[in-house]
């Protein structure tokens, strides 16, 4: 069953530090304090479960919503077409929005939420991501709060999965393919 051994890049204390940063550089962008906290399921929920316990300290009154999203195309071309499976709820309109997701890849499916929201007109929308893998971008998506920048390779934990697993671990790790048994 275990294939694969974790190698930790990002250990819990680093990542509750970062964590607190961010939820300090949001609230001073976000005046007034109300905002509207919109999570791509599902690996941003621990992330975003995490900022949000935060928020009270700094005066952030969190509405918060979830949109799940799914990528599709077939395995030779990268899956350019995002759906949306479950769409805002919230009504965000002149109201301050931050959209949170686990990891910035291709961009693409932040480009697409982003591209979404603004028909929805809310006074600004923010990009919140624990990480960014800035190697791997394919369209122009930069992230206004990023946790970590990691290299190239892929990631699990604190939200993050493979194949479903590993989302619970409180770090994030690389996966290293064991050797075969004899
Ligand atoms: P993008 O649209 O930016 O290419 O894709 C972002 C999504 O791809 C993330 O929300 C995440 O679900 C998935 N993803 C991208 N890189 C990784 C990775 O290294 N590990 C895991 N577990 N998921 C990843
Ligand atoms: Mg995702």
Redesign the pocket.
């Known amino acids: 069953m275990n294939e694969y051994s974790e190698k930790v890049i990002i250990d819990e204390d680093e990542i509750k530090r970062r964590v607190a940063e961010l939820v300090i550089s949001i609230a001073d962008d976000c005046p007034g304090g109300d905002l509207v906290v919109i999570g ?1 399921l599902k ?1 941003s929920f621990i992330f975003l479960a995490d900022m949000l316990r935060l928020m009270y300290l700094h005066n952030l009154r969190p509405q918060v919503d979830f949109m799940i999203l799914s ?1 599709y195309g077939s395995s030779t071309i990268p899956s350019t077409m995002i759906k949306i499976e479950r769409d805002l709820s919230v009504n965000i309109e002149g109201k301050f929005a931050l959209v949170v ?10 480009l697409y939420v982003k591209e979404r929201l603004k028909w929805l007109e809310p006074k600004m929308i923010k990009t919140c991501v624990l990480l960014d ?1 800035p190697a ?1 971008r394919k369209v122009e998506m930069k992230a206004d709060y990023v946790g970590f920048e990691v290299e190239d ?4 934990g604190y939200g ?3 194949n479903g697993y590993y989302r619970e671990r409180p770090y994030v790790a690389v996966l290293e393919e064991q050797p075969e048994a004899e």
Not at 101 to 110: A, E, F, W
Not at 153 to 156: A, G, M, Q, S
């Open positions: 791509i690996g990528s997701d686990d990891i910035l890849d291709t961009g693409r499916t932040m893998k791997r390779r892929f990631v699990v993050l999965d493979f």
